[in-house]
């Protein structure tokens, strides 16, 4: 399956809390660095966490080169500002300071999508200004993301004249062009995340002009079995062939089958849930990547999950 | 970082929670608060007795469906009988369940503590009031309190068990009560609702004015000015609630339930949050882990089984004609012993984890993997017999 995915040049990755969309984040990251891209990975929930998926020392604002030709930041909403009233606005500084610094965390509180707009300006105008290929953006989780990705709407709606609805209109085109900019939805295949990602397809289309890149499908366990092999597997569980199986491998072999049986109805009560999820989503692109039993999270996994993005995008 | 003294594990859910009024569950999203917030209920209502309720934020459709949840908002409603009995269980106090719905909530909010009607009427219309109810992301934490607030005070129930909202931060609602009497008390407030003249005119200020008139348009400052000069208005209702919310948290009555699983970035969420409720006075009465991988994974014994069937699949499976071809039970075998092997793998990281967190809370219980979804009454019971009794 060939997923024209990596080619854009915007990626928002968002997904239910707990489906690893920052590692999704992660690896398509570096899956687009190993392939030639000057990338940058944004962390928009200032967890600061991304960093560490690159075995890097937490990054800020202003972005660091963690792999080759792979920076990282994260985002600062009040640095994002200070960035936005010099660069856009050309204000001096001494406007800058002050009680503007102290007034921001209240302006931000009272008007609706100013944090949001700062944050989704500031990936806009890295992409505008063509200073990276591609901006990969570990993005709030479902919840939160239509409110940022509407942000630039419900500004534009909202502030009728001045800079910031000159500004609005070029962020619009950005979001707005699916060959531009895409959201990843991350998901497993379990109940509330499927019922996440369905819902979140609805809202995004319904309330922004952002289009659904692609569904990613995290921690698919393994089929462990053909169906006639599943046949013979319940055969040795029966006690008198599991007795003569313990007996000739020298000690009880009930956790190991028993372990195998918990794999085997894991995997099957999700993929209930993955073909609801497949009903649902029409043509949108679903990216498989396999679950890791891995010891901990780090660039290693970082560099198999990329593996398996690639393999699952055809490259 | 401020932590308890290590202590022994002791007591259970079942001795905490007939102790106490309130039950918080805190963590980070996807560890399965609603299920532990639902189960713990369930539990407290079918061996303490009394009248129990769970209020959920975002349940799943067929638990919500399974309380009788579906399509009543924020309605208090009592789980029936036949629910129960469905389950094989015979309770001796009374569950209810009910949903916050944050929009309506704020409405309600409003409606209460606005001085008259036409000032309630005029927030409610407001397009930027429309905005932050609906939008303003740490609005739902605040409000999952107030509704708490509300249903204590009502004096029906014996047990309120709380799911709390997904938060980037699961402290944040810790911090709301008082972040909203900071914002209706700020000076900056005060002189947003000033008139526009005073605030040209205030040398400290002036320069804020200016470059907020230059970024977002004076109209946009006036509609916002004006927003607030009406949510003044309801000052003093919600200063003194949010006294009385904090109050609340705080009472000895209340406890908070930390759920994680066991995998790194939820783990990190619960240390943070059990050092910041130890910090700011708060009682940590649980820790619930939720999906844990069963103990026979970590057994030597059977993963020197695993070991030997992955290494001698072909062999064994010359030697055990009566289940079928060779080349397929040797497959099969080396199949199962592989799946062993990996799922280990995670059951020892998991260990690991447990074994760090243990020590920071009182009642540590756990709850196994299952195999199956928890959506109606008969998966809450197996998911609260799982922690009930320690």
């Not at chain 1, 591609?134 to 990705?149: P, R």
């Not at chain 2, 199956?372 to 809450?380: C, F, R, W």
């Amino acid at each position: 399956m060939a997923v024209d995915l990596l080619s854009r040049r915007l990626l928002f990755v968002t997904g239910k809390g707990g489906t690893g969309k920052t590692s999704i984040a992660a690896a398509l990251s570096l899956l687009a660095a190993q392939r030639g891209a000057r990338v940058l990975a944004c962390d928009v929930d200032a967890k600061g966490d991304l960093a560490e998926f690159f075995e890097s020392a937490p990054v800020g604002f202003r972005p660091r080169e963690v792999q080759p030709r792979l920076f990282a930041m994260s985002m600062n909403t009040e640095e994002s500002l200070q960035e936005y009233l010099r660069i856009q606005l050309r204000l001096p500084a001494v406007a800058r300071v002050g009680p503007l610094a102290r007034a921001f965390d209240f302006v931000a509180t009272a008007a609706p999508g100013v944090r949001e707009i700062l944050t989704v300006g500031k990936l806009a105008y890295e992409v505008r200004e063509r200073h990276y290929d591609l901006v990969v953006t570990d993005a709030a989780a479902s919840g939160h993301v239509v409110g940022q990705l509407a942000a630039p709407q419900a500004i534009d709606d909202l502030v009728r004249v001045g800079p910031v609805h000159q500004q609005t209109g070029w962020m619009l085109e950005i979001l707005g062009d699916p060959a531009v900019t895409g959201v990843v939805i991350v998901t497993t295949p379990e109940e509330m995340p499927v019922n996440e990602t369905i819902d979140l397809i609805g809202r995004l289309r319904r309330e922004t002009e952002v289009d659904v890149a692609a569904i990613v499908v995290n921690r698919v366990l393994p089929e462990l079995f053909s169906h006639s092999d599943e046949e013979l597997f319940e055969r040795l569980r029966q006690p008198a062939l599991a007795g003569v199986v313990s007996e000739k491998a020298g000690g009880p072999v009930d956790d190991v089958f028993e372990a195998a049986r918990l794999a085997v109805t894991l995997r099957r009560t999700r993929a209930g849930h993955l073909e609801r999820l497949m009903d649902a989503v029409g043509d949108i692109p679903l990216l498989f990547v396999p679950y890791l039993f891995a010891r901990g999270h780090g660039l290693r996994t970082t560099a198999q999950t990329a593996d398996a993005l690639s393999a699952e995008l055809g490259y | 970082m401020a932590r308890a003294p290590a202590r022994r594990s002791s007591g259970s859910l079942e001795q905490l929670l007939a102790a106490k009024e309130i039950a918080i569950c805190c963590g980070a999203g996807g560890v399965g608060k609603t299920t532990v917030a639902a189960a713990a209920a369930t539990m407290a209502s079918l061996s303490l007795g009394g009248t129990v309720l769970v209020l959920t934020v975002d349940p799943a459709r067929r638990l919500a469906d399974a309380l009788g949840l579906e399509a009543l908002g924020n309605v208090e409603t009592r789980v029936s009988s036949e629910a129960l009995k469905k389950a094989g269980v015979e309770p001796r106090g009374d569950l209810w369940a009910a949903m916050l719905d944050t929009k309506q909530e704020w409405d309600d909010l409003v409606r209460r503590h606005a001085p008259d009607a036409r000032t309630a009427r005029r927030i409610l219309e407001n397009p930027l009031y429309q905005n932050i109810s609906a939008r303003f992301v740490q609005s739902h934490e605040y409000i999952a309190m107030e509704r708490l607030y509300d249903l204590h005070r009502s004096g029906r129930y014996d047990l309120i068990v709380v799911d709390t909202p997904p938060t980037r931060h699961a402290i944040d609602f810790l911090a709301a009560p008082d972040r909203m009497a900071d914002f209706f008390s700020s000076r900056l407030l005060r002189w947003l609702t000033g008139p526009a003249r005073s605030r040209m005119l205030n040398l400290a200020t002036r320069p804020f004015y200016q470059v907020a008139d230059r970024i977002l348009g004076s109209q946009f400052l006036e509609d916002i000015a004006e927003f607030f000069l009406l949510f003044q208005t309801m000052y003093p209702g919600f200063a003194e609630r949010a006294r009385a919310v904090k109050h609340l948290l705080h009472d000895r009555r209340t406890t908070f339930l930390v759920v994680t699983t066991l995998e790194a970035a939820p783990v990190r969420e619960a240390e943070f949050f059990l050092s910041a409720l130890a910090a700011q006075g708060f009682h940590a009465g649980a820790l619930v882990l939720n999906k844990v991988l069963p103990p026979y994974l970590l057994d030597p014994s059977a993963a020197e089984v695993a070991e030997r069937l992955a290494a001698e699949a072909p062999a064994l499976a010359d030697a055990l004609p009566e289940a079928g071809p060779p080349q397929a039970v040797s497959r099969v075998l080396r199949e199962v012993a592989e799946s062993f092997l990996n799922f280990q793998v995670v059951a020892k990281r998991e260990a690991e984890l447990r074994a760090e967190l243990a020590a920071s809370a009182e009642v540590v219980v756990s709850i196994p993997s299952f195999d199956t979804d928890i959506y109606d009454v008969s998966g809450l019971v197996q998911v609260g017999r799982a922690v009930w009794s320690g």
